[in-house]
């Protein structure tokens, strides 16, 4: 069950996601779908402390820690469209199979270029771990799917959903060149 922090999260990356993707022609809703889910993905696979300052941002990352936890987003994913009273039945995901919407127009690595940091601000504000912030961004993830209703089907948003959980879980991230509190406490006289 979701904390009430991690509530008030997700409903601050909802407000971002939709600020950094608004053009003069609105939000392309399956990009705004993937950016939540790719989030909570990246979220997740940082979470897991795996070295991956070692790697190249962008490539393929395999573990087993992400495919024991992804699926917990989905389930929170789907437990928030509940809640939300989307109308959803499991059967019609298999009958939507042909139909996956339209691309996102951003690739992994460019929504958390677009929203990481940002991210990672609210994420201390409520102060949530990686993991909590993952099923934060899940629940955002679950608004998107319930907003654009009207322009995709909400079983093809799951899958858009689903799908990106897993891109953001399994593609290394940015490298995020994040300041801590500590740096900014060190007294103006020391330079080290």
Known sequence: MPTQQEHAAAREFYGLIIQKLTNEKGV??????????????????????????????????????ANEKGPAL????????????VPFDPQKLEASAANQGNA??????????????????????????????AHAA???????????????????????AAYSFVEGAKTVPQRLAISTNEESKKPWYKIW
């Open 138 to 160: 899940a629940i955002t993830t679950a608004f998107m799917v319930q907003k654009c209703a009207q322009l995709v089907d909400p079983h093809i948003g799951f899958k858009i």
């Open 104 to 133: 996102p127009l951003l690739s992994v690595i460019a929504t958390q270029e677009l929203v990481e940091k940002e991210m990672h601000q609210i994420r201390q504000k409520y102060q949530l771990s990686n993991e909590a912030a």
């Open 74 to 85: 989905v389930g929170t994913l789907g437990e928030a469209l509940s809640q939300m009273n």
């Open 28 to 65: 392309h809703a399956e990009t705004a779908i993937a950016a939540a889910g790719r989030m909570a993905g990246t979220l997740l696979l940082r979470s897991l402390q795996l070295p991956l300052e070692t790697l190249e941002p962008g490539t393929p990352v395999f573990s087993d820690a």
